[in-house]
């Protein structure tokens, strides 16, 4: 996979930024919306997808990593590319389930879309540790599109030292979001 791009720095930040905020504005939108549509399986199905999809991204991320650390610069590119593609597919089917199953509360043990008291007493601590971790986990799923984006072009255009230096903010947001994913959809999964 030998890519590479042609530098064009305003070009560049008007479609990473378009996208970015396409992206927002679609997963905020659609978050609201489900659609009543019979798939014929469990539309869970797709979270699990996504999670594991995460988890693979999450792997990808610390091979990465490493690769770029001996130097095997090629093998970090190809490797770094597909956890990009990875992560448009998690997008795809992140999208999915929400459109197809809605939205699921931590503690709704009844699944009636209400978490009463006696269910919040029932989730306990944990239903605190569930929100701290996925609120920070949607922030940085938020923020880091850009970021990942940009340090992708970095890389595309032959800015090896801005590549490196947008990588070292970019990767640790990246990974908490691929690591917290598939924590969060074990933390949830039951309550589908």
Do not use: C
């Not at 809605?102 to 929100?131: C, F, H, P």
């Not at 923020?143 to 255009?157: D, E, N, Q, V």
């Amino acid at each position: 996979m030998n890519l590479s791009l042609q530098k064009n720095d305003r070009k560049a930040k008007i479609l990473i930024f378009s996208f970015s905020a396409v992206v927002f504005l679609a997963v905020t939108a659609l978050e609201r919306v489900t659609l009543n549509v019979q798939l014929g399986f469990d539309p869970h199905l797709f979270a699990l997808i996504s999670a594991l999809i995460n988890s693979l991204v999450s792997v990808l991320l610390v091979a990465g990593l490493v690769t770029a650390k001996q130097g095997a610069y090629n093998t970090h590119r190809n490797i770094m590319l597909t956890a990009i593609l990875l992560s448009v597919f998690f997008l795809v089917t992140y999208i999915a389930h929400h459109l197809f199953s809605g939205s699921t509360l931590y503690g709704d043990y009844d699944k009636n879309g209400i978490v009463d008291e006696a269910e919040k007493l029932r989730a306990g601590g944990l239903r605190i540790v569930y929100r701290v971790l996925l609120s920070i986990h949607i922030l940085l799923a938020g923020i880091s599109l850009p970021f990942i984006l940009f340090t992708a072009y970095r890389a595309l255009t032959g800015e090896n030292a801005r590549h490196r230096k947008l990588a070292k903010l970019t990767w640790p947001m990246w990974f908490y979001v691929a690591v917290t994913g598939p924590i969060v959809y074990w933390m949830i999964s039951r309550f589908y």
